[in-house]
């Protein structure tokens, strides 16, 4: 009988013009009984259905909600349902669009019923939802206004005390708490500088009132705790310019769940892409692509992931090629998203693009006009070969890792920093193993004459910037919030950051007639900041042993970090490549690896992973790799289905250089080199390892000053001082008009004005003119009555534009 009646639908579905697939995919009510405890209690239900078949489509808010019975229990039109009273009734939900109709049970009970409440299960989580402990209210280091709470809510005990022992007893007032502090500021009773937080007529406002009323109890001792949270839905494709709501359920010790949408933080990780608000709802935007979207309570977080797909590409277009596994896997997610990858670059554009990335040079025009004219089928792997083994290559990877490890002159003198700077060039010039590279570091001992890489534990000396440091380089994890509190975004307690403390806490200097004498001595203690409870070595998602390692803690942490199957290391090292490589890491910030900053395509960046440990941690393979793929070879110019992507690698996107390379850039091409306080003559902007040579064009353009082991200190972004600087600086006119320069010399040996044009744009842009440039360049010569000044004109235009300032 049921195949029957399936039948006849399926036959009638046909009939309308409806496919079957559309007939089964009918709206889907979340949960489908709801069951609600005690007074207050509350539980948002989802009712998910599709747009054009294959895209999700919330309908929570486009469906009419009704209960049967109020005085049971109330729905909102958002779809919250509040118990009133104890009982059973039926919720009815409904909605024009195909007839829609359903049904589901709500069970109300406990709803008189005294309620024992608990300060950090129950209190809490309200000052937390309304922001009331957070860096920019009173959870600040020095408090607000004269009251402090615990960032978070990390520490109950402090901020139970701060509630109602300090303040001379005003904050909580138990015989009239609509009188205390606490209420009247937050609900508007009084001035408060954070504005109107929790409303009278709210349930947060009665239930701080109740609490208040009963004595402000901590709880019971013994009361469950919280596990997780779960976010639903888990993931949806979503259509651009729509909107989604979450439901956020707690799951407790004892088994309970419960509904903490109303009291959970929400933050996206992409707001160009989808926007939440405060309860929950997103709002995608008008661009493709992939956002993470945290749900964050008590600690515990979750995400949910949001796919817009593009809807609007042109068929017309012919699918590129695919040339190792890096493309299939970039076009898996591209056809994910309804989004089509741009053509092939020109050679020309991949020969700038090749030198400036491997090398941080530009091609002289001798080497452009070589590479343009071979028409070998391996020609760009075999650039990319040669860039590699370049002494240039291993200038530009230490300038990097200098940045990062932190060859700082003014913490370590000027021996010892040039010293560590050598040793991190020499490293990549033999192309060491990353692994290799990395143990190094960590497990250096002796005099920093012979082991200078130890010169990272004198720069960050103490065992928890040690720990934060190299947890952030090396693995991409950024665990300092955790020093002080749980971390707001990720899994990090303190436990997790005193453990990890405690493999550097060994680690110490002895002066020596001949220099530092690094060692690791000794087995002290770390505990924990609030417990004093004695926390052991342990490496991140690792339990804690009953005692610490023997010996030297760093061998074993060492062994940990660099394992095949670490799960960050070496994904943390491909995407920081991926990025100098393309302009934008799979995980972005590119040392901001976390559970809610998911990579915008893990599948490639696990398989990037697997390569570089297959590779024997080799940087030059993994290099080679990501240049012979089409996903690097691709042209800057977008289609219609890929103009507002950036996030996903189906375009090359123009992207900034790094101060010292845009300063070599403008030396090369005036064939005037820079000369640098106290450093010899000849030397480029990329080979100066002291980050504290003075000099304007380097700051303006946003050299790193060392200070941090973040990425963020290399300010990428243009500013208008930036165009100033180029449109007007005498340093750089000088280079320009220099009698000894390349304009000079050209002037004096190429007096055809097309062979001289040909000479200036490939010096400039690694190109050759094209027909209309050609003409210009030659009409603007011949007019002009100085022609050596007409060079200089040429020149200052072509590096006054965004294809020479920036990597294409």
């Not at 939440?276 to 935007?285: F, Q, R, Y």
């Not at 661009?287 to 992931?305: H, K, N, Q, W």
């Not at 103490?462 to 090396?474: D, H, L, R, Y």
């Not at 490549?577 to 972005?588: F, H, K, N, S, Y």
Request: with cysteine; hydrophobic share 40%.
């Amino acid at each position: 009988m049921r195949f029957a009646c399936l039948c006849w639908i399926l036959i009638c579905a046909v009939a309308s013009g409806v496919s079957a697939d559309e007939v089964r995919r009918e709206p889907v009510v979340t949960p489908e009984r709801v069951t609600l405890t005690g007074p207050d209690a509350r539980w948002q239900v989802l009712v998910s259905g599709w747009q054009d078949s294959d895209l999700n489509a919330d309908w929570t808010r486009r469906v009419v909600w009704r209960s049967k019975n109020p005085e049971i229990a109330s729905v909102s039109d958002s779809g919250l349902v509040r118990a009133v009273s104890d009982g059973s009734t039926v919720l009815e939900i409904a909605a024009d669009e195909g007839g829609f109709r359903r049904e589901i049970p709500v069970v109300v009970r406990g709803t008189q019923s005294g309620r024992a409440l608990h300060f950090e299960n129950d209190i809490l989580p309200v000052l937390s939802r309304f922001a009331c402990n957070t860096s920019g209210c009173h959870g600040k280091a020095e408090g607000q206004n004269g009251f402090k709470l615990s960032i978070f809510g990390f520490d109950p005990p402090a901020d139970l005390a701060s509630l109602t022992q300090e303040g001379r007893g005003r904050r909580t007032f138990a015989p009239v708490p609509e009188q205390s502090l606490l209420l009247l500021k937050a609900s508007g009773g009084m001035p408060h500088g954070g504005g109107i937080r929790i409303r009278p007529d709210t349930d947060e406002y009665r239930l701080l009132r109740d609490w208040v009323r009963s004595g402000c109890p901590t709880g019971a001792a013994d009361a469950p705790k919280l596990v997780s949270i779960r976010v639903l839905p888990r993931e949806s494709r979503l259509a651009l310019r729509s909107a989604q709501q979450l439901q956020v359920t707690a799951v407790w010790s004892d088994g309970r769940e419960v509904d903490v949408t109303h009291h959970a933080r929400f933050q996206s990780n992409n707001e160009g892409l989808a926007r939440v608000d405060d309860a929950g709802l997103i709002s995608t935007g008008e661009t493709p692509g992939e956002a993470a979207i945290m749900a964050s309570y008590m600690g515990a977080v979750d995400v949910f992931r949001a796919v817009m797909p593009q809807r609007e590409y042109d068929e017309s277009l012919s699918a590129p090629p695919v040339l190792n596994f890096i493309d299939e896997l970039v076009d898996a997610r591209l056809k994910k998203l309804g989004i089509q990858p741009s053509g092939m670059c020109r050679d020309e554009d991949f020969l700038r693009r090749a030198y400036l990335d491997v090398a941080g040079v530009l091609p002289t025009a001798d080497e452009a006009r070589a590479f343009l004219r071979d028409q070998s089928p391996d020609r760009r792997v075999r650039l990319i070969d040669a860039l590699l083994k370049r002494p240039e290559h291993a200038d530009l990877e230490a300038l990097r890792w200098a940045d990062v490890l932190r060859v700082d002159r003014l913490a370590l003198g000027h021996k010892q920093a040039g010293a560590f700077y050598h040793w991190i060039r020499d490293s990549f010039a033999q192309n060491k193993p990353f692994d290799a590279f990395t143990r190094e570091i960590i497990t250096a001992e002796g005099l920093l004459t012979d082991a200078p890489q130890g010169s990272l534990f004198k720069v960050v000396s103490k065992p928890g910037e040690m720990a934060s440091t190299i947890s952030q380089v090396f693995l991409g994890v950024r665990i300092e919030c955790a020093q002080c509190h749980h971390h707001p975004f990720d899994r990090w307690s303190q436990d997790d950051y005193v453990g990890m403390q405690a493999f550097f806490t060994q680690v110490g200097f002895k002066k020596t007639p001949v220099g530092d004498l690094l060692r690791a001595a000794g087995s002290p203690d770390s505990r924990h900041p609030r417990t004093n409870e004695v926390i052991t070595a342990h490496a991140l998602l690792q339990s804690a042993p009953e005692k610490n390692p023997e010996g030297d803690r760093r061998r074993v942490f060492a062994d940990w970090l660099t394992a095949p199957d670490n799960p960050w290391f070496a994904r943390n090292i491909v995407n920081r490549v991926w990025a100098r490589l393309t302009g934008r890491g799979l995980v972005e910030p590119v040392d901001d690896f976390r559970m809610t900053n998911p990579p915008s395509n893990p599948e490639l960046l696990d398989a990037l992973a697997r390569h570089f440990v297959a590779s024997g941690f080799d940087l030059h393979a993994l290099t080679k790799t990501i240049a012979a793929s089409r996903t690097y070879q691709l042209s800057t110019e977008p289609n219609r289905s890929n103009e507002r992507d950036e996030q996903n690698f189906s375009r090359a996107l123009f992207r900034p250089l790094e101060a010292e390379v845009r300063l070599d850039m403008v030396c090369q091409v005036t064939g005037v080199p820079e000369k640098f306080d106290g450093v010899a003559v000849g030397s480029r902007a990329v080979q100066l390892w002291d980050s504290q040579v003075n000099h304007d064009f380097l700051r303006l353009f946003g050299r790193p000053v060392r200070v941090t082991a973040c990425q963020c200190e290399r300010i990428a972004e243009p500013t208008v001082s930036q165009v100033l600087h180029v449109l007007n600086s005498p340093n750089i006119q000088a280079k320009l008009s220099d009698e000894g320069g390349r304009l000079a010399r050209l002037n004096a040996t190429l007096t055809d004005s097309d062979a001289l044009a040909d000479e200036l744009y490939l010096t400039v842009f690694s190109r050759f003119p094209d027909v209309e440039e050609r003409q210009a360049v030659s009409r603007y010569l011949a007019q002009a009555p100085n022609r050596r000044q007409a060079m200089e004109d040429v020149v200052w235009s072509l590096m006054n534009t965004v294809e020479f300032l920036f990597n294409h």
